[in-house]
T-cell receptor, first 113, second 115 residues
């Protein structure tokens, strides 16, 4: 029972580099989201998807891209990393229109230097 | 959009003390309400939920009642344990077209329970 799997767990990037944070779920959930967690800010929604081929922006989408080619995978791409993107990133998935809440991955801690 | 005002921490209690963490929200429509818990170094876990007015969510001794008239969803536990030490997040969903897939999180309340 893998649930939501995020890789890598830790990453250090230099300013201007690009990378992809991976997220995969094996529960056949239609809804998937990316959040970032910063001290004193709670979690803020970056992008979300309501199904394969459908994505939309959340509260803080700038500097990030997503795609959803399959139900299982929802990668988050940082186009040109900036120190302001230093954060902990969580991927989450849900079924049944979100009524049962989200299952979260264990997070990726990203540092941009 | 939705907004959440959550009791600021940190909250420090002795074992077996009573816990209340206040949460009020603003939302359009009829959101579902959730409490999530984050243990140190881990992701968030769903603690409990309520989907309509006057519903009471409960789990692991924690309870919260959906109060539509006061737009509140306060978290309570009668006797906390050291293992309850964690960060707690209140999160209403956005009800759109019958779906509740967008959550708005409070800033979190750090609870520390001492033996």
């Amino acid at each position: 029972n893998a649930g939501v799997t995020q890789t890598p767990k830790f990453q250090v990037l230099k300013t201007g580099q690009s990378m992809t944070l991976q997220c995969a779920q094996d529960m056949n959930h239609e809804y998937m989201s990316w959040y970032r967690q910063d001290p004193g800010m709670g979690l803020r929604l970056i992008h979300y998807s309501v199904g394969a081929g459908i994505t939309d922006q959340g509260e803080v989408p700038n500097g990030y891209n997503v795609s959803r080619s399959t139900t299982e995978d929802f990668p988050l791409r940082l186009l040109s990393a900036a120190p302001s993107q230093t954060s902990v990133y969580f991927c989450a998935s849900s079924s049944d229109r979100g009524s049962y809440g989200y299952t979260f991955g264990s997070g990726t801690r990203l540092t941009v230097v | 959009g939705n907004s959440v005002t959550q009791m600021e921490g940190p909250v420090t209690l002795s074992e077996e003390a009573f816990l209340t963490i206040n949460c009020t929200y603003t939302a359009t429509g009829y959101p579902s309400l959730f409490w999530y818990v984050q243990y140190p170094g881990e992701g968030l876990q769903l603690l409990l939920k309520a989907t309509k007015a006057d519903d009471k969510g409960s789990n692991k001794g924690f309870e919260a009642t959906y109060r539509k008239e006061t737009t509140s969803f306060h978290l309570e536990k009668g006797s906390v344990q050291v293992s309850d030490s964690a960060v707690y997040f209140c999160a209403p969903s956005s009800n759109s077209g019958g779906s509740n897939y967008k959550l708005t999180f409070g800033k979190g309340t750090l609870l520390t329970v001492n033996p």
